[in-house]
Each structure stands twice: as C-alpha cells, then as structure tokens.
C-alpha cells in the first residue's frame, strides 16, 4: 500500500536510547501522592561511566496548572539499562475529563578522561500518571474510581478521506466522537499511529489497542494469516513499546473476531501472545 504515515530519519551517537526504549509506569497512588517509576534502555553500550538524568514536568501547553519539576538521576548497568523511582506530590491525574499530560525527559552523559561530563542523547515524551486495574470485584477502574467504558471501534482510515494520516482529520473525528458521549476507542485491526494516539493523550479517550484480527485460519485472501507464525511475535512487541508511553492505552488486543479462539489450539495460541505482552 505504500507509506501512509509520516517518517522520520533519526540520527544519534554510538551510544543512544533506544528507540521506543523509555519507560515510565504509575506504580501506586497513596495520601496525594504518587509514586512513579522511569527507566531507559540504551543501544551501543559497552561499558563505562555513563549516567541517565531523569526528569518529569508538567506538559506545558496540555496542563492547566504548574506543578514542580522532579528530577533523579542513575547509573547505567550491564545490559545498558537505567531506572530510576521518583515521588510527585499532588500529581495531576490523567482521566477523559482531565487529560494532564506531563514531560518525560531523559538525558545520557558519559564522563570522559578529563572527569567531564557529555552529552550523548536527549529524548522527551508527553506521559502521564494514572493506575488501571481490573478486578472480579470492581470491574475496571482508572486511579482507582470505578467507571463504565463508554467506547467505538475506530479503523485507522479516515473514511472517504482515505487512508493517508492527516492530523487535523483525525482530530474532527475525536472530538466528534467526544461530543456524543464516547470516553474510549478500540483501534481495529492495525498498529495505532502515534497522531492517533496523541490526540488520544490531549483530548481524553481512552484505548484499547489492537493488533490484528487474523491468527493461523484465513478469513480473506491475503489475510495476516500468510504472515502471521514468522511476525505475531515482533507486532506485538511494537504495539506495546510503541504506544506504552501513552496514559490513554487502558489495554491491549491481541485478537478480533478470530475463528481459533473456541479451540485448543487457539486457546494456546492466546496464551502465548498475552505471556509475550505480560512481559
């Protein structure tokens, strides 16, 4: 079909973050404060004195009030991995009716022989704090408050329009989407492209993002199923470092409509793919 997104050539340093290498996670919400937890994987790394400094900030233009800037740095370990926990108080929630988004910044320095400290990568991603579980008892709750989903599927083409990404299309159709009431999307049946997504951050929807809707048994000719042994593995591990960064993804399909899923073999085909995202 050709290229119908916008592409990006990315040049760094020998030693960089790799790409969708960051991580950010809400671990617990306590007395008005949470608890954050950051990390970064780096490409290239072969040892040394390198160090990660963190820090997150109100979103400037999405967030409605100021709040303090929280920083922390770390060193990097063997596999060229850095992590660090940090607490915000009074943290800005994000929900559909509030979207606060912060800015999650990190920077690589490596230390040369003269004790100085250089700069090898700066990466900055809108983020936000939020928990979600799903309980038997509660059902689905967003920063720990019961909610009913209110949701459509939403494919990635844009109607009579096409299949070309266009921001300011996209956008009319969330917020057309808001306006009649819906508070989430289920992405069908492609890789969510990160404007998609990024709307979804700023105006408050939230996502269940899908990955195909064919396993093994073809339901079209030239179906996903001709592709689907050599690549599910690899998909599914873009869907979620691609789109794990942003609050508004409450959860993740591996699956739609599949004709597998009432037999054995789809049972273990499913269980596979969500050991591989519980990853």
């Given at each position: ?84 926990e940090m607490k915000v108080p009074q943290p800005m929630l994000w929900a559909p009716e509030t ?181």
């Open positions: 079909a050709g290229l119908y997104r916008p592409v990006t050539l990315v040049e760094t340093a020998a030693v960089a973050i790799a790409e969708w290498g960051m991580n950010f996670t809400t671990e617990r919400l306590a007395d008005g404060v949470a608890t954050v937890r950051a990390s970064v994987q780096l490409r290239g790394y072969e040892g040394g004195d390198v160090q990660v400094h963190f820090s997150l900030s109100p979103h400037p233009q999405l967030s409605r009030a100021l709040g303090a800037v929280m920083q922390a740095e770390s060193s990097v370990d063997a596999s060229g991995r850095a992590a660090v979207p606060y988004l912060y800015d999650l910044t990190a920077r690589v320095y490596k230390r040369t022989d003269k004790g100085r400290y250089v700069l090898l990568d700066e990466v900055t991603q809108a983020t936000g704090i939020r928990t979600v579980d799903f309980t038997a008892e509660h059902g689905f709750r967003l920063n720990g408050q019961r909610r009913k989903i209110k949701g459509v599927c939403l494919h990635h083409d844009l109607g009579m329009i096409g299949t070309a990404v266009n921001r300011a299309a996209l956008k009319r159709q969330l917020l057309l989407l808001k306006a009649m009431g819906c508070d989430a999307i289920r992405t069908a049946h492609n890789m969510p492209s990160q404007w998609q997504m990024q709307l979804c951050d700023s105006l408050g929807l939230m996502v269940m993002a899908e990955s195909f809707d064919m396993w093994r048994y073809p339901k079209c000719r030239n179906g996903y199923n001709r592709f689907y042994d050599d690549w599910w593995q690899r998909d599914l591990i873009h869907l979620v470092l691609s789109n794990r960064l942003h609050p508004s993804v409450i959860m993740w399909s591996v699956g739609n409509e599949i004709p597998e899923q009432g037999s054995r073999e789809g049972t273990r085909m499913l269980i596979a793919m969500q050991d591989l995202v519980h990853l």
